[in-house]
């Protein structure tokens, strides 16, 4: 819901320099990212733009991008990066984001703060750490059941389990707000209180 504005920008500045985009949809699937980059080895490509798949998880894909990289190939990702290769990026500071968002629910005077984040991403481990930074300076503790993680082929079904649904149900009985991993999550937890 995000891409095609990303895309649309890429584009428009591509299209201003005299370059053209081949565009490669991963679903954040490993062996997607791993198809996308054996197509683009067959291309005569000025450069590459990523964004990774599952960037908190070790990536069997490696391989691949050294071999683009010893073809002279350059790399930039996009919205998180594996931190083994060594490539330029750009990348939203997602700790401070965790970090204001938690804070603006201490502001409102909330007091137990839960949190839902992803767990194969590194935004989600960066949302968590801006989260815990603003409790801890509040002087919360961390409570390991106060947050959920989920992966990205959790994502589409966890709200529609039961076991799931109910643990967050009775763990609102105590906690008055959540900072969630993005407003897709947002939306699901709303409908789920409603």
Not at 106 to 130: A, C, E, P, T
Not at 150 to 157: A, F, H, I, V
Request: glycine letters at 6%; aromatic letters at 12%.
């Amino acid at each position: 819901y995000i891409f095609p504005d990303v895309i649309k920008g890429i584009d428009e500045v591509l299209n201003n320099e005299g370059f053209s985009i081949i565009l490669g949809h991963t679903a954040n699937k490993i062996q997607n990212e791993r198809d996308n980059l054996l197509k683009i080895l067959d291309k005569n490509i000025d450069g590459l733009i990523v964004e990774p798949s599952k960037s908190a998880l070790p990536n069997p894909n490696f391989d691949l991008y050294k071999e683009i990289s010893s073809s002279g190939i350059p790399v930039v990702f996009i919205h998180g990066f594996y931190k083994d290769l060594n490539y330029s990026y750009v990348i939203e500071d997602d700790e401070r984001g965790g970090y204001l968002a938690t804070r603006h629910l201490l502001n409102l005077g909330h007091k137990k703060i839960s949190g839902i984040f992803k767990v194969d991403d590194n935004q989600g481990h960066k949302r968590y750490m801006g989260y815990v930074k603003a409790l801890k300076e509040a002087g919360f503790k961390i409570d390991d059941s106060q947050v959920f993680w989920y992966s990205t082929e959790e994502r589409e079904t966890m709200f529609d389990n039961k076991a799931f649904t109910n643990n967050i149900v009775e763990l609102f009985e105590d906690y008055t707000a959540v900072v969630c991993y993005n407003d897709q999550i947002t939306i699901r937890m709303l409908d789920l209180m409603r």
